[in-house]
């Protein structure tokens, strides 16, 4: 059938409904609609009939058919309205927060505070000023995996659909190296390890959602420390190397080994906060670097710089960036 689409779950889609999906990729499709597809096998996941509450995963291929209304004019869909144009003053600074460029991949240094995708209550994101990134080709990009509202660093972006389906495909493949760093409350013992805690959602205050490690019925995740430098037993600049990426894993990992990471209030309340000092009160994670092979051979190796509230933080405990060399495969772990 002429019109038909195959379409690669990202990264950052991972674990949505298949409906959802639908409903951000294909915002004129009724429900209704949909689920006729659905029972005609018209819609499939990777070659597989599916429901409209199936959990995608990241480098599936949804097969999309011709989305028109149904045979008999049962259903009228209205055209998708136009994205809202971006302000300048975001533009410039979007366009200012580029760090690598190719004709494939695009990786952003994101600032702390700006959400990636939209939610309740979250009318600026990234997703929506896209558009500002197209740098004159002819598909807008695509986001392939996440970094928390709070979290700064490089973030890594498809420059159109067969780049965004690679992409995917190493995140699924584990190819990809992404190394963090952050300042947490007091010192880990070991000051190297792994922690390999099940991380499970359940809900928060209003509708916000949290994470619980070593929940019943959570889904494995690992990650890799290394205590860089140390001032004293009140903190430490930890490197951090995640073998999974569960939302907030980093968080609830460095607060379930008793050293919360500094301003992560949600995960280490009281705890992750520093009495009498004059530090900011914001959460103190970093993407410093990315690593991941090209398809046709050869690396992207990405590094971002501290945001200044946590390089304000580093001059005040005297740690030195430099003393690790800028790449995603610098550390032993």
């Not at 004059?278 to 398809?295: D, Q, S, T, V, Y």
């Amino acid at each position: 059938m002429s019109g038909v689409r195959s379409v690669a779950v990202t990264a950052a889609e991972g674990e949505l409904r298949l409906d959802r999906w639908f409903k951000r990729h294909f915002p004129e499709l009724g429900h209704g609609r949909l689920e006729k597809l659905l029972r005609t096998g018209q819609v499939r996941v990777d070659g597989r009939r599916a429901r409209a509450g199936s959990r995608l995963s990241p480098g599936q291929v949804v097969r999309v058919p011709p989305i028109a209304a149904a045979p008999g004019g049962d259903e009228h869909i209205p055209p998708t309205p136009p994205r809202p144009p971006v302000a300048e003053r975001d533009a410039a600074a979007l366009r200012g927060a580029v760090l690598y460029k190719d004709a494939d991949v695009l990786a952003i240094d994101k600032p702390p505070g700006l959400a990636v995708q939209g939610g309740s209550g979250l009318g600026r994101h990234l997703d929506a000023m896209l558009e500002a990134l197209r740098f004159g080709e002819a598909e807008r990009p695509r986001l392939v995996h996440r970094l928390d509202k709070d979290t700064s660093g490089v973030l890594l972006l498809a420059r159109h659909a067969r780049a965004a389906a690679w992409l995917a495909a190493a995140f699924r493949r584990k190819e990809t190296r992404k190394l963090y760093w952050a300042i947490v409350v007091g010192v880990p013992k070991p000051e190297r390890g792994r922690v390999e805690l099940a991380l499970g959602k359940k809900p928060g205050r209003g509708l916000a959602e949290r994470v619980v490690a070593d929940a019943a019925e959570g889904k494995r995740a690992v990650t890799l420390y290394r205590v860089v430098e140390r001032a004293g037993k009140r903190v430490a600049w930890l490197a951090l190397l995640p073998l999974t990426g569960r939302t907030h894993q980093l968080r609830a990992h460095c607060a379930a080994i008793g050293t919360p990471i500094l301003g992560d209030g949600k995960y280490g309340g009281a705890g992750a906060f520093l009495p009498g000092e004059k530090l900011a009160r914001r959460l103190h994670l970093h993407a410093r670097a990315i690593e991941l092979p090209r398809p046709g051979g050869g690396t992207i190796r990405v590094t971002a710089p501290l945001p200044p509230h946590m390089a304000a933080t580093w001059r005040f405990f005297g740690f030195d960036p430099q003393t690790l060399e800028e790449s995603a495969t610098a550390l032993d772990f």
